[in-house]
């Protein structure tokens, strides 16, 4: 099991990458407010053979009040206390009743990548304090997940294209159209390797797995620019993307 001190470095690294990929967000709002929630006040969590602690705080924090993230190494999942919401974590995950997030550093991924997971996770937070839903065990109807869900990824797509830089914008609109052939003309596109173009937003892996696993990431996000740019009716763009988000409420 790691020590405190890997456990805080780990989310210092993934902090400092936050950090970075804001630099491009500025034309996004939300991303400003994600972080305000951060500010607020936040708990890094430990798992030990109790279930789990907190290692650090910031000043304002409260544990009945703000949001709590763990740091889920290998090891780790061997806590016999240790909830199943935490132990079951294979990416990313936010959870409602305890307002937490928990981050698996078992993926083989970057830390920006780690980053970008946490982002999209505190959008999910920050949704659970708007809505008066954190710490709370009243459950959204599947059609408000779903939405909410539909608006924290098509902030991602927006955002990698910001971060990736022109190289990657190029890969990501000749994907979204090789997809629009796809579905229009049952053309099936080739997606094995097309995942690479996220190099240029998370950094190269060697992994994989993990490749594999970006392949798939980079199909979804393309998914949504091309609801968005390829049908001229937002209405029908909405629509298309909330079926595919509730038909890949996993993928990510």
Not at 128 to 138: D, M, Q, R, T
Request: overall charge neutral.
């Amino acid at each position: 099991m790691p020590t405190d001190q890997k456990r805080l470095s780990a989310y210092n690294a993934i902090a400092d990458e936050v950090e970075k990929i804001v630099l491009f967000a500025s034309q996004f709002p939300e991303i400003s407010e994600r972080l305000n929630l951060l500010r607020q006040g936040f708990m890094i969590m430990a798992v030990d053979e109790n279930g789990f602690r907190s290692i650090h705080c910031t000043p304002t924090a409260d544990l009945q009040r703000n949001l709590k993230i763990f740091l889920l190494f290998k090891g780790d999942t061997e806590v016999t206390n240790l909830p199943t919401v935490i132990k079951n974590c294979s990416r990313a995950h936010y959870f409602q009743p305890a307002h937490h997030i928990t981050i698996s550093m078992n993926t083989g991924e970057t830390f920006r990548c780690l980053a970008f997971r946490f982002l999209h996770e505190l959008g999910h937070a920050l949704a659970a304090v708007k809505n008066g839903l954190a710490f709370s065990n009243k459950n959204p109807t599947p059609e408000h997940r779903t939405a909410e869900e539909m608006e924290i990824r098509t902030l991602d797509y927006k955002l990698m294209i910001e971060v990736g830089g022109p190289t990657y914008k190029s890969a990501a609109e000749k994907m979204a159209l090789d997809l629009v052939r796809y579905h229009t003309q049952r053309q099936v596109p080739f997606l094995e390797g097309r995942g690479s173009a996220l190099d240029f937003c998370f950094g190269s892996v060697q992994c994989l797995n993990v490749k594999k696993e970006r392949d798939v990431l980079f199909q979804v996000l393309c998914e949504y620019l091309a609801a968005d740019t390829h049908l001229p009716n937002p209405d029908h763009a909405k629509q298309l993307k909330l079926g595919m988000t509730a038909a890949t409420m996993n993928w990510m």
